[in-house]
Nanobody
Framework: VHLVESGGDLVQPGGSLRLSCASS????????IGWFRQAPGKEREAVAC????????FYTNSVKGRFTISRDDAKNTVYLQMNSLKPEDTAVYYC??????WGQGTQVTVSS
């Protein structure tokens, strides 16, 4: 399985980004898939996850109402729409499939 994230960028506070994670080698609809992030000096944390069976979602409290996770199983792609971004959202964002496979990460920097 190979996961490739994209969409990270430098954005001003209040701005928006959409991250994408494309999986190859195994269909993503067999597994839950999620986004994690790691800021400098901090542990990696779960940001948002979506189940494989019924699309149930989970969000960490700090992003509820601002981030939306979605998946397109036909494209083996999961998205993270991030709105109202804050400097504390700055981190490397990683895609995870089935709590087994990881992508290489994409940098999100929120700064004026």
């Amino acid at each position: 399985v190979h996961l490739v994230e994209s969409g990270g960028d430098l954005v001003q506070p209040g701005g928006s980004l959409r991250l994408s994670c494309a999986s190859s080698g195994r269909t993503s609809d067999d597994y839950a898939i999620g986004w994690f992030r790691q800021a400098p000096g901090k542990e990696r944390e779960a940001v948002a996850c979506i189940s494989s069976a019924n699309g149930v979602t989970f969000y960490t409290n700090s992003v509820k109402g601002r981030f939306t996770i979605s998946r397109d199983d036909a494209k083996n792609t999961v998205y993270l729409q991030m709105n109202s971004l804050k400097p504390e959202d700055t981190a490397v964002y990683y895609c995870n499939l089935g709590n087994i496979w990881w992508g290489q990460g994409t940098q999100v920097t929120v700064s004026s």
